[in-house]
């Protein structure tokens, strides 16, 4: 086993996409519509991975089953579902442990993923530069660490147990220590990292600095791309964008540093979240957030609630920011029917502007950004959010654009 090369990637890049059945509990600290909300998303990554989902199990518990996740009947019929449609995986919704995993790959007699390893495997497969695959690495790593023994079992099926106990824990020892030394070896990596993109910032001289924030997938780089003139790489799908892409600005005469960041998620891998911190150092360091929400999405407050939590984790949560309610064109097709007179569309719009204006203290602009709507209304606020910073931080600089 190539412990040093990299942690294996559970979903294969093939052409026929893999079969997979997604598993949600609803217990006491979740209700059910959340855990649909939850499964939905899940499958909206496994998608993301090149998997095809064919089902949602899920059962009412207090609390997920310590030996299986799910209980002894709902486990046996997944396993009459995954026998009689072939399916190649199962996914848990939330983390489970290395001995839940091994129980269940021992009765289903297939793959066997969380939420947690299927979002870093997604993150593998999208990371293009350095400091974004060796982030990677490293929250893999630390999330296969406690995982080794039960990547040994094979020894007993294929050699038996007696006889062979002692040789097992040398390897489960052995890859251990390797992936102790690698995951030693990762945090250097990014140290040095760490201090050159320190270096680099430092040397962006007195600019303001701007950061998209958002959950995934809610048009950050859409408005990157729109805002910047420049040509970033936009995707419907989860995580398009891992590495933090800045670009410089000019509105009007004042320029300022336009960042866009990995978007946010319920349920990140905690490894994950350290690993990326770094990348994060541009929303910790800006002076101004811009925080996009898909405001058509069932579940944007919720979103909105993931974003702040983890803004105030970063210790961004009290950053200058604009709320941007994006797909503004999408929430009128989700939301009202065709043939809703004009003045009506109009009173319910108003509506929905003054109750979120309310609620972010006159901090939010609703928009449209593929279709550019209300794009130069943002602009010229953001202008005046930058001037502002400028008058702060930089006063000396406001007179050579003025």
């Not at 097992?168 to 990014?190: H, N």
């Amino acid at each position: 086993m190539a412990i040093e090369s990299s942690f294996p990637n559970p979903l294969s890049k093939a052409q026929v996409p893999e079969k997979a059945v997604l598993v949600g509990l609803v217990t006491r600290a979740q209700r059910q519509e959340q855990m649909e909300e939850y499964l939905a998303e899940l499958e909206f990554l496994a998608e993301t991975a090149g998997a095809e989902t064919l089902k949602h199990f899920w059962q009412r518990l207090d609390f997920p089953d310590q030996r299986t996740y799910v209980g002894k009947g709902k486990l046996e019929e997944i396993k009459a579902y995954v026998d009689d449609r072939k399916v190649d995986m199962v996914i848990f919704d939330d983390e489970i442990s290395p001995s839940q995993q091994r129980n269940l790959e021992e009765v289903l007699q297939v793959k066997v993923l969380d939420r947690p390893m299927l979002i870093l495997d997604i993150f593998a497969h999208r990371a293009q530069t350095v400091q974004a695959r060796t982030q990677v690495e490293l929250a893999q790593m630390q999330y296969l660490l406690p995982r080794l023994r039960g990547m040994w079992t094979h020894l007993d099926r294929v050699k038996g147990g007696i006889g062979m106990r002692g040789s097992g824990e040398s390897e489960i020892e052995t890859d251990r220590r390797m992936a102790k030394e690698r995951i030693a070896k990762l945090k250097q990596q990014l140290v040095k990292i760490d201090r050159q993109n320190e270096t680099q910032r430092k040397n962006r001289g007195e600019l303001i600095r701007v950061s998209l924030v958002g959950y995934t997938n809610v048009g950050k780089s859409t408005l990157m791309r729109i805002l910047s003139k420049s040509d970033v790489f936009a995707e419907n799908k989860l995580f398009a964008t891992l590495d933090t892409t800045v670009r410089k600005v000019v509105l009007e005469t004042t320029p300022f540093l336009l960042s866009d960041t990995v978007g946010f998620i319920r349920k990140l891998p905690h490894h994950l979240v350290e690993s990326f911190k770094s990348t994060l150092d541009e929303v910790r360091e800006s002076d101004i957030l811009l925080h996009v929400v898909d405001i058509a999405h069932p579940q944007f407050e919720d979103h909105m609630t993931v974003v702040q939590q983890t803004l105030a984790e970063l210790g961004a949560a009290d950053k200058a920011t604009l709320v941007v309610f994006n797909k503004m064109d999408l929430y009128e097709d989700r939301y009202f029917d065709p043939y809703l007179p004009a003045e009506e569309k109009r009173t319910l719009l108003e509506e929905l502007e003054r109750t979120w204006m309310n609620k972010t203290h006159e901090n939010a602009l609703f928009i449209a950004a593929e279709q550019k709507r209300n794009v130069d209304a943002l602009k010229e606020r953001l202008l005046l959010m930058v001037r502002d910073a400028y008058a702060v931080r930089y006063p000396w600089k406001v007179k050579e654009w003025s």
